[in-house]
């Protein structure tokens, strides 16, 4: 399909028309029809996939209609940056003077090249006559009304009510448990999951892992992908981060690490497990030498002839056990493998098998009736049903696809029936019916959602994708416009719901939730994931590009992902970078410096992403690439901004959080500028002005002594902010008296400075409130609060009489709020729609007391970590929904 290249070219089209009509003199009319004639082409797209796997003249057709959608929108973006001159209010008469034959010059090139893409699409339209190629046309408006329905009732289906659906687990999870994990033995035993892709390894093993008992069990758990993409250095940091004291400064203890070498880190985290029971699982690993490399860094009591290793592949046991005679700790691994080769000393292999029949059709009704509680099967779909899951084999992952493309507020059997015969159509051109279901789930999704799919791929394997990264790149892209769906709903608003429509789909996994209830964290299946690279490849010219040797297979790349293990191989093919869109860089264990004049080589570059990388400075050069709209720096090691990050003035996120980078005074340069996010430590040596960005919506985090409180009252775009208390007689109430409009506030008051907070009552649009340090009562709080943490707070008195009136509150976290308390009193009337309460680190909470069990009757979630006392006496009606129970 081609759908993806002209919805962008078809919105760059739209953007030049709009926002840059009076540049256009002359050939305005030339680029209107151009945005019609690609426009059109898309009523033929639909009638071409579905003749394309016969006819190869047709697939070079598509082909051809990609290429010269992505040849337009390359002529109109260079256009846009060539013609990009100051506002004119900022130029000197001279300057407009001089200016005008350089544009003249600009406009009869791009005359030139649309007339030349113009005779292109009368030949592809003579094409289409003679292939028979029909016109489906456009959605009438009462038919894009249902749909539109359609799609918003879809999107508003919980993900996390998704991440539930869980079948036929339930004998392999208690057999693991109490064969390997939970067995009562001591000293260290390993084992592992085994099965094909899709098969729900990870699901297995993610079940187990926040199994309460395993929780109390062990002293410490952490979890690790390995994937294809092995770094065992980056595996050994990622273990040693999870396993650190909840005290510990993570920051500090990465630099320590950064600083050593791959044996000694093997060794910190070695000697950090010696004498500790722990649980590790270790996710994905695809080669038995992978293990092997990993494997000394686990400690082992006593010698290697009493140790027991166990191979637990499922429902198939080997069993020859071997009780160990040592003073270990009895710490368990637990690996998953497509590998069945994997540890071959394996006395005990327990293999993951695909679901019977029964376990099928129920996994099928819970994913194709999500929103019917019952999950039940009308009549007339139900042998439909049985043939379409027939060709699913029993693997959960592609049942679950195809369930999430079934899912209707009002099932059709036609909608059934197509959906059985695509299959049967294309099978015979993949290599299994399991790829052919993935791809067509893929076929069934709108431009816009397809758009958003192809860039699941820039993303390393098995990683863990923050969702508001993902939301950003979208938006950069140019997948997500505003007002599409009202104009009181923001790109991002609109970039979650579609996020939320994959993930209701199936083609997205959640991750981690937010105590809020919204997706935090999601991932994408390695089988899902490669349709996502192969699609980008044919349809956005995506290319990956590793190595120093990497050849190049594509003449014009617009996306990249690099994975780079040295210093040189950065600097390579910078001749193909003009027409890239988006970079991620991805790195292995070297510090790797990028080149000047490499980084200015990408010219069109919108997208410039070194999130987790070890980069440690960043080129003046960034200032040349005038068209970037994100900068993800975020984690990496940039001590300093170089001044011409000012230069960039179409910026809209600049991203350098989790990092001591300091900030040059250049930010106000970028009146587009939207989100801006920040070490919340020292993160800056200068102040900085921000009065001038009219546009910003996040801003987290800002020092208070490091910028004029009048500049931030002036920030009428404002929902999002997070500042940094560093004096006691800062004006928070002028500051928050100032900012009506904000919806979310986190303040941070570590040094415990004593500020009156009481001025956060009169904030009525403040849905969401996280308060750290510098309380010893509650200050009065927003009438509309939903949400609501807080973090060392040090109350000296039960929070739960004050928080329990808050009408709208959903969410409530309290993180070592309440030191010395050991009793909680909800009233029997109190948090009357409070769904999730999370606790930590309460040490003397001993009890909650609810009154007559009348309060919060609507909590469905309860989190309690290290309240060892309060788990003792937790009240029945608690202890039934208490999710995560942590010693």
Excluded at 262 to 282: D, N, P, T, W
Excluded at 457 to 485: C, M, P, S, Y
Aim: hydrophobic share 35%.
């Amino acid at each position: 399909m081609a759908e993806a290249a002209i919805f962008s070219a078809v919105k760059s089209l739209g953007v030049l028309v709009v926002e840059k009509a009076g540049f256009l003199q002359g050939v305005e009319e030339q680029v209107k029809w151009l945005k019609r004639e690609l426009k059109r082409m898309q009523c033929y797209l639909k009638d071409a996939a579905e003749k394309q796997p016969q006819n190869e003249s047709i697939r070079q057709w598509i082909s051809d209609i990609r290429e010269v959608a992505q040849d337009a929108e390359d002529v109109i973006e260079t256009f846009i940056l060539k013609s990009n001159t100051p506002r004119s209010s900022e130029m000197s008469f001279h300057e407009r003077v001089i200016s005008i034959p350089k544009h003249l010059y600009h406009l009869n090139v791009v005359g030139k090249e649309i007339d030349s893409i113009k005779a292109k699409l009368q030949d592809i339209e003579r094409s289409r006559v003679r292939y028979g190629i029909q016109y489906i046309g456009e959605m009438t408006e009462s038919t894009r009304r249902s749909e539109v329905g359609e799609v918003e009732w879809r999107r508003r289906l919980s993900p996390w009510q998704k991440d539930e659906h869980l079948v036929g687990l339930e004998r392999d999870m208690k057999l693991l448990l109490e064969n390997a994990i939970l067995d009562g033995r001591e000293g260290l035993a390993v084992a592992t999951v085994v099965g094909m892709g899709g098969i729900g390894k990870s699901t297995l093993a993610k079940k187990v892992y926040n199994h309460s008992g395993v929780a109390k069990r062990f002293d410490m758990r952490a979890w690790v992908v390995v994937s294809s993409d092995f770094m065992p250095r980056d595996i050994i940091k990622e273990l040693m981060l999870q396993v650190l004291d909840p005290k510990e400064d993570k920051l500090k203890v990465l630099e320590t690490m950064e600083k050593l070498s791959l044996a000694s880190v093997q060794r910190m985290l070695h000697e950090r497990l010696c004498g500790k029971r722990y649980f590790i699982v270790l996710d994905d690993i695809w080669e038995n030498k992978h293990w092997e490399s990993l494997a000394s860094v686990f400690p082992v009591e006593g010698t290697a002839s009493n140790m027991s290793i166990f191979m637990c592949f499922g429902r198939k046991y080997y069993a020859t056990f071997h009780y160990i005679n040592s003073t270990g700790q009895g710490s368990r691994l637990l690996l998953t493998s497509r590998d069945r080769n994997i540890t071959k000393h394996a006395r005990y292999i327990h293999e993951m098998k695909l679901l019977d029949s029964e376990q099928s059709w129920k996994l099928f009704m819970k994913k194709a009736f999500i929103d019917n509680n019952e999950g039940k099967c009308p009549e007339d779909l139900y042998d439909i049903g049985r043939e379409i899951l027939r060709k699913c084999d029993g693997l959960p992952l592609a049942i679950s696809v195809v369930g999430g493309l079934l899912v209707d507020r009002s099932p059709s059997k036609s909608k059934w029936e197509n959906v059985s015969k695509e299959i049967n159509t294309h099978l015979g051109t993949k290599e299994s019916s399991v790829s052919e279901i993935l791809e067509l789930s893929y076929r069934n999704l709108s431009p816009e959602l397809k758009s958003c799919f192809l860039c699941l791929g820039f993303f390393k394997e098995d990683a863990t994708i923050r969702t508001k990264r993902l939301i950003h790149v979208w938006v950069a892209n140019g997948f997500i416009q505003q007002g599409r769906r009202g104009e009181n709903t923001t790109m991002e608003e609109i970039g979650q719901n579609y996020l939320d429509e994959l993930i209701n789909r199936n083609m997205v996994q959640v991750k981690d939730m937010s105590y809020d209830e919204s997706v935090k964290n999601c991932h994408i299946h390695d089988l899902l994931r490669e349709l996502s690279i192969r699609k980008a490849k044919e349809e956005i010219s995506f290319e990956i590009r590793r190595g120093e040797g990497n050849s190049q297979s594509l003449d014009k790349p617009r996306h990249c992902a690099i994975y780079c293990s040295t210093e040189t191989f950065i600097y390579s093919a910078a001749g193909k970078n003009k027409y890239v869109r988006s970079v991620f860089v991805h790195g292995y264990d070297n510090r790797t410096d990028v080149k000047p004049s490499y980084l200015k080589s990408f010219e069109l570059l919108k997208i410039l992403d070194f999130e987790n990388f070890m980069l440690y400075e960043l080129p003046d050069t960034i200032g040349e690439l005038t068209g970037l709209r994100y900068l993800g720096l975020r984690n990496s090691r940039i001590p300093e901004l170089p001044r011409s990050l000012g230069r960039l003035k179409k910026l809209e996120v600049l991203d350098v959080a989790k990092y001591n980078t300091n900030v040059p005074n250049v930010i106000w340069k970028m009146d587009t500028l939207r989100h801006l996010y920040m070490y919340h430590f020292d993160y800056t040596r200068t102040p900085i002005r921000l009065d001038t960005l009219k546009n910003l919506h996040t801003l987290s985090y800002i020092r208070t002594d490091h910028v004029d409180p009048k500049h931030l009252t002036q920030l009428a775009s404002l929902r999002t902010l997070g500042i940094v208390i560093r004096s006691s007689d800062y004006e928070f109430s002028t500051l928050c008296s100032s900012l009506k409009n904000l919806v979310c506030l986190k303040v941070r008051n570590i040094n415990m400075y004593r500020i009156s907070m009481d001025v956060l009552g009169t904030m009525c649009n403040l849905t969401t409130l996280k308060l750290v340090g510098g309380l010893t009562k509650l200050p009065d709080l927003p009438p509309n609060l939903s949400y609501l943490t807080l973090i060392y707070a040090g109350l000296l008195h039960d929070p739960m009489p004050v928080l329990e009136k808050l009408p709208k509150l959903l969410a409530l976290k309290l993180d070592r709020a309440y030191y010395k308390g050991r009793k909680m009193e909800v009233s029997e009337k109190g948090f009357p729609r409070l769904k999730v309460l999370i606790l930590r680190e309460m040490w003397y909470l001993e009890t909650i007391q609810v009154r007559n069990e009348g309060g919060m009757q609507e909590l469905k979630r309860l989190e309690i970590y290290k309240c060892s006392n309060l788990v003792k006496k937790l009240p029945e009606k608690l202890r039934l929904i208490t999710i995560l129970l942590e010693k």
